[in-house]
């Protein structure tokens, strides 16, 4: 059964720094391409970066902007987002998912319960 369960989340000042984290299960995690996602209320669910196998081609969206790192942990099954420089435009529920290499496109019709992120002014 597929799990992924993010952490990380919290409350921060604008131009703070988060760093998330999420634990996969259930699938072959060194050969899967992982993205994080997120959804502001309101809004549709947007990619934010995604990985390839390994660490190699990592892509970022249009908004990331530079401060935004995707890493992987293979040996834990793991995947991070380190998010620097924290604006109004951020605040959001932050996913992580197994993706179909090279797109946006979920691999597993599965998401965990996301972590909020908030910034404030």
């Known amino acids: 059964q597929v799990r992924l369960v993010e952490s990380g989340g919290g409350s921060v000042q604008a131009g703070g720094s988060l760093r998330l984290s999420c634990t996969a299960s259930g699938f072959a995690f060194k050969i899967t391409c992982m993205g994080w996602f997120r959804q502001a209320p309101g809004k549709e669910r947007e990619g934010v970066a995604r990985t390839w196998i390994g660490d190699d081609n990592l892509y970022y969206a249009a908004f990331v902007r530079g401060r935004f790192t995707i890493s992987r942990d293979d040996a834990k099954n793991m995947e991070y987002l380190q998010m620097n420089n924290l604006g109004p435009e951020d605040p959001a529920m932050y996913y992580c998912?197994?993706?179909?290499?090279?797109?946006?496109?979920?691999?597993?019709?599965?998401w965990g319960q996301g972590t909020q992120v908030t910034v404030s002014s």
């Open positions: 998912a197994a993706i179909e290499c090279g797109s946006w496109s979920p691999r597993y019709n599965t």
